[in-house]
């Protein structure tokens, strides 16, 4: 296995000929010889540069609408011999197959095809074989064939070429092929992943692949002797915290993707439905209103808890303004979302050098349908996404006193509200805001105590009179088991509970409700968060 390999024949076949002219014109300059298709060789003819077309290299026309063209011993021998075994060489001699020591392909545009909609018929023209078939060789064989498949990297081997007088080295060769290992097998993975999803709809297809590109390194993972990474989605996808803009402020961590991330999938429930304020910490929500204005929902969600915001995420559902800006800035925050930012609100983060500023532009739509992956020991964990809501109609009354207009308001606010806290969860909700939450329990009864508790701490950090808990409604993310927890509300002051039912002690929890005066509707859905 040699070094150093001189470098006198290309082959160069593209979909995308972005920087194409000019490298062939590099090529060109070190006296290597070009060999090309169809659109690709006219690009580089129409350039003033000589080119030889591929049919002239095998003897054959391209064919069946270019279906055939590079699938022949003439191109895949000059790939795959082995320059120095003497069986190869002879064989090369016998047939007059020319090696090729270079090759820069790039796949037809599968996944942009699928992006726009195109018929079945387009998706399956927009299959590549001739290239990732020359890919793979080249790749295989990169002891003596550099393969390029990534127009970013074009810049790197005209500098090699001209370090090294039109020569590739085996570190930059083993390099490309990984590369291009990594290319094809991301190209084969979106073709599995279009025939199971959207040719066959099948939900769990026998074989799950996957298709990501690292984004950025992160300097660590939740803690500090844990190494991580982002990893974006090859081909189409929907757009999330991972796509958004930062404005300003140091490079997320790991934590602020994921706390970033739930604070972004709450605050879409509440697109279109006037200012909206949500705060998380550790991945729970720790505060969320609605108000007149944005600097009104902030206030509103920042007095539930005022301790937890502090170094928190505040995620918004309307562009920043400069006085909501002003109040965010006030105290110790970590990451602000929202769609976009008025220049008076950009001013104000500007004096916040560590503050990140994440512009999503269009909010993460929270009843889309999709899958979420969970890493297991051993395995993984696949589910469709908790994208259930429910209407006002769905809501079953099961209490001799129905809810009031505003009771039900408030109970479908806590409910939202609660399909975002880990479980055991419960939400107190007045008015359009959070009253107290209780996240993350081994049992309803104290999630209940933990939230009224908290709003009491809020109440008295506010001098209110009393807690928000007095005439709220109360949300569970699960029945309750138990008549305790719901007793807990009532004790806490709510007049009304939201939740799925569906206990074989439902009767039970009903009657207690009745006998404390409470309205209580079943949902029929229950909202686990792990």
């Known amino acids: 296995m040699q070094d150093q390999v001189k470098v006198r024949r290309a082959l160069l076949s593209v979909s995308d000929k972005t920087g194409l002219v000019d490298l062939a014109r590099a090529l060109a300059n070190h006296g290597v010889e070009l060999v090309s298709t169809g659109g690709t060789a006219k690009a580089i003819r129409e350039a003033g540069l000589d080119v ?43 047939h007059a197959i020319g090696a090729i020591d270079l090759v820069i392909v790039n796949l037809y545009p599968f996944a942009q095809t699928v992006a726009r909609g195109a018929e079945r018929d387009e998706i399956i023209e927009n299959i590549d074989i001739g290239g990732p078939s020359m890919v793979r060789s080249a790749a295989k064989n990169h002891a003596y064939v550099a393969i390029v498949t990534d127009p970013g990297d074009y810049a790197e081997l005209t500098r090699a070429l001209d370090e090294t007088e039109g020569a590739t080295s085996l570190d930059f060769r083993k390099y490309l092929a990984a590369k291009a290992f990594a290319a094809t097998a991301a190209y084969d993975a979106m073709i599995a992943q279009w025939f199971a999803f959207g040719d066959q709809g099948q939900m769990f297809p026998e074989t799950l692949p996957l298709t990501l590109r690292r984004g950025e390194a992160l300097r660590y993972g939740e803690n500090p002797h844990q190494k991580a990474a982002l990893y974006l989605p090859i081909g189409p996808h929907s757009r999330g915290i991972a796509q958004a803009e930062q404005v300003q402020g140091k490079a997320l961590s790991y934590n602020n993707y994921n706390d970033a991330d739930a604070a972004l999938e709450l605050v879409g429930e509440f697109a279109g439905k006037g200012p909206a304020c949500v705060i998380v910490k550790h991945a729970n929500p720790c505060g969320v209103a609605t108000g007149g204005s944005l600097l009104q929902a902030y206030q509103a969600a920042l007095a539930c808890d005022s301790v937890s915001a502090f170094g928190g995420i505040v995620a918004l559902n309307e562009p920043l303004t400069r006085e909501a800006a002003e109040a965010i800035a006030a105290i110790f925050t970590e990451v602000v979302i929202a769609p976009d930012a008025d220049d008076g609100a950009r001013e104000v983060f500007a004096l916040k050098k560590n503050l990140r500023l994440l512009l999503t532009g269009a909010l993460s739509d929270p009843h889309r349908p999709g899958l979420a992956l969970k890493s297991i020991a051993g395995g993984y964990l696949l589910q469709s996404r908790d994208n259930g809501h429910v209407s006002p109609s769905a809501l079953k009354v099961v209490t001799r006193r129905a809810p009031s207009e505003r009771e039900l308001a408030d109970c479908l606010f806590a409910w939202t509200v609660a399909k975002h806290v880990k479980s055991n969860a419960i939400v107190y909700a007045k008015d359009g805001a959070t009253a107290g939450i209780g996240a993350g329990q081994m049992n309803r009864l104290e999630s209940a105590r933990i939230a009224a508790w908290k709003a009491k701490d809020a109440a008295e950090k506010a001098g209110w009179a009393e807690p928000r808990t007095i005439g709220s409604a109360v949300a569970s993310d699960a029945f309750f088991p138990f008549a305790d927890g719901l007793l807990a509300a009532v004790e806490a002051g709510a007049t009304a509970v939201i939740q799925p039912g569906g206990s074989i002690r439902d009767e039970e929890v009903i009657a207690a409700a009745d006998e404390a005066g409470l309205a209580m509707v079943f949902t029929g859905m229950r909202h686990f968060r792990h």
């Not at 055939?68 to 000059?78: A, D, R």
Request: glycine share 10%.
């Open 52 to 94: 030889k077309d591929v049919s002239e290299l095998t003897g054959f026309p391209e064919m069946m609408d270019g279906r055939v063209k590079t699938l022949h011993p003439k191109v895949h021998g000059g790939l795959l011999a082995v320059r120095d075994d003497p069986a190869h060489a002879a064989s090369m001699a016998e």
